[in-house]
């Protein structure tokens, strides 16, 4: 089945289009408007959080919604964010979403953490940056949002 369907009988054809409304994937949302997706790293400190942070502000930095008010019921107080970060398992137990969540300026986030990420190498420990190695942590975000 095809997206359009062309109306052969009319000398100027003419295109309908099918458009499917997805169902969400987070119990969070009924409503999905749109997902943006982001990366972070730390390359000292081996900080989950901080590469978190960097993977979400990367993520909607370079977004300005004006509609909010209009779109969402209820305005930037209905607006909710189902933010998925993947992060390396090793680095997980560190993690505070508190601080996470700070980058959001309005709107109820919801977190999923799943293993991903990346761990590679900096090519140096530097004791002075709180480096325990060299260990560079890279976690990636996916922030739906909607209502």
């Keep these: 089945m095809s997206l359009s369907d062309t109306n052969e ?9 099918k458009i499917n409304e997805p169902e969400p ?11 943006e997706c982001g990366f972070g790293n730390d390359s000292h400190g081996q ?5 978190a942070v960097r993977a979400c502000r990367n993520s909607i930095e370079f ?11 209820g305005g930037r107080a209905g607006l909710k964010l ?3 970060l993947a992060v390396p398992p090793k680095y997980q137990s560190t993690l505070d979403l508190d ?6 300026p309005y709107g109820e ?13 900096s090519g140096i420990a530097i004791d002075s940056l709180g480096d325990d190695g060299d260990d560079m942590v890279v976690v990636c975000a996916s922030v739906t949002v909607g209502y």
Excluded at 25 to 34: Q, T
Excluded at 63 to 73: A, F, G, H, R, T
């Design 9 to 17: 009988e009319d000398n100027n054809a003419s295109t309908t289009t």
């Design 25 to 35: 994937k987070s119990p969070h949302l009924s409503k999905v408007l749109f997902i």
């Design 47 to 51: 900080s989950s959080t901080k590469a």
């Design 63 to 73: 977004n300005s919604i004006p509609s909010i008010e209009w779109l969402i019921p």
């Design 82 to 84: 189902a933010v998925i």
């Design 99 to 104: 601080e996470v969540r700070k980058v959001f």
């Design 109 to 121: 986030a919801t977190f999923t953490i799943q293993d991903g990420g990346m761990i590679a190498p």
